[in-house]
């Protein structure tokens, strides 16, 4: 019972810590960029490399040197109008490419192409290029005041129209169709999702899962009583490859992992919640027991063994990206390499939320505003910059 009251103490502070500071995004290989500071920095050194004037809206990167903006550039309080430019900036030395004025922008979103912008605005679908800002084709859309947009994990779009929290209509959208398509989709849809398209729905009623692109039935129960009725809320993780998910076969709680073009499989968990990574073609489950934590991964397309650890500790946080997988105690830092297991490095000592994973280092912010970066060569630190809290 004290290890958990530790770890609750850890997750809090974090949490806390993680609300105090702004964003940052890894824009390309190693530049991190603070929208709220408007600067950029090199990962390698911790030298500014470019600043644009700062601004409060919406950033979208893929991480490889697409980068999106957008802010509310003018308002006109008498009939509440307002315009919102979306502009596209380099990577390389923070230069504007282009930017485009968009009214009453009520949400956009990136296709996961990268080529395509969806903006919605009242009655509108409005498909931008991501090349050079200009408008390519255009929807009209009636009844649209709740609609969720929704990029899928190759190209297009799925777009559900909600009416008292329950799905009314939903249509997709197929780059260079004429038209938005009609789908039928279950009233309770609940999207789990990720920054680089990944894309399962969840309908909780009967607790199935279903696959957006196109859309049908994944996983679900034909006899409400195989999962215990106090079930919880299933976790998830995914990426553009794949996912993987807690679920139940019967009364016992197992994950299933699987790709969008319909693989699926599955493996015994504890009944405790395990924290879920996917790093390209890997699944991974970590689950604590007593003071050691067991690292589980698979195959994302197959669910064959990859590789199974028992690491001393147990750990709050777990997250993979860019090839590596980071687990973060009260204690220590650890990097494992995400396809193999193995363990790169151990780091003493280190409190702070995660903040990116670039080429060259591990970012985390600390308490008071520090930026800090940890090689991912060896774990040294590399360097430390203290920026304004918000």
């Known amino acids: 019972m004290r290890a958990y009251g530790r770890f609750l103490v850890f997750f809090l502070a974090l949490t806390a810590l993680a609300a105090a500071v702004q964003p940052i995004y890894r824009v390309d290989a190693d530049t991190l960029f603070l929208p709220l ?10 030298h500014v490399a470019w600043r644009l004037p700062r601004y409060q809206g919406q950033t979208y ?13 003018g308002i006109t309080p008498k009939i509440g109008h307002r315009t919102t430019s ?10 504007k490419l282009w930017c485009s004025e968009e009214s009453a922008v009520h949400e956009w979103v990136v296709d996961a192409s990268g080529e395509r912008i969806y903006v919605h605005s009242p009655g509108r679908l409005e498909v931008l290029t991501t090349r050079d800002g200009r408008h390519d084709q255009g929807f009209h859309l009636s009844d649209d005041d709740a609609l969720t947009m929704l ?19 939903a249509w997709r959208y197929q780059p260079g169709a004429a038209t938005l398509e009609p789908e039928s989709v279950p009233a309770a849809l609940y999207p789990f999702r990720s920054e680089d ?3 399962l729905l969840y309908a909780k009623p009967k607790r199935e899962f279903f696959l957006a692109a196109p859309f049908h039935l994944l996983f679900g129960r034909h006899d409400e009583r195989e999962a215990p009725s106090a079930a919880a809320f299933p976790r998830a993780s995914l990426t553009r490859q794949g996912f993987i998910f807690t679920d139940w076969q019967g009364s016992s709680p197992v994950v299933r992992g699987g790709n969008y073009a319909g693989a699926l499989w599955q493996a015994p968990r504890a009944a405790e919640d395990p924290k879920l990574a996917v790093s390209n073609r890997t699944a991974m489950m970590l689950e604590p027991d007593g003071d050691s934590s067991h690292l589980q991964a698979w195959q994302l397309d197959t669910g064959a063994p990859a590789f199974r650890e028992t690491l001393p500790g147990t750990y709050a946080f777990m997250q993979a990206g860019n090839g590596v997988l980071v687990l973060q105690s009260a204690h220590e830092v650890r990097l494992l390499d995400a396809a193999s297991g193995a363990e790169r490095w151990r780091v003493s000592g280190h409190q702070g939320a995660l903040a990116a994973i670039a080429q060259s280092s591990i970012v985390f912010w600390e308490d008071g505003g520090s ?14 910059v203290h920026f304004q809290s918000f």
């Open 371 to 384: 930026l800090i970066a940890l090689a991912r060569r060896n774990g040294a630190l590399l360097w430390r």
């Open 37 to 46: 500071d408007g600067v950029a920095l090199n990962a390698r050194n911790g």
């Open 86 to 95: 979306i502009c596209r900036v380099r990577t390389r030395d923070g230069k």
């Open 197 to 199: 398209h990944g894309l």
């Open 61 to 73: 990167t893929d991480g490889h040197g697409l980068l999106l903006l957008s802010w509310v550039s």
């Open 151 to 169: 990029p899928l994990p190759t190209r297009g779009l799925l777009l559900l129209e909600r009416e008292h929290g329950q799905v009314k209509t």
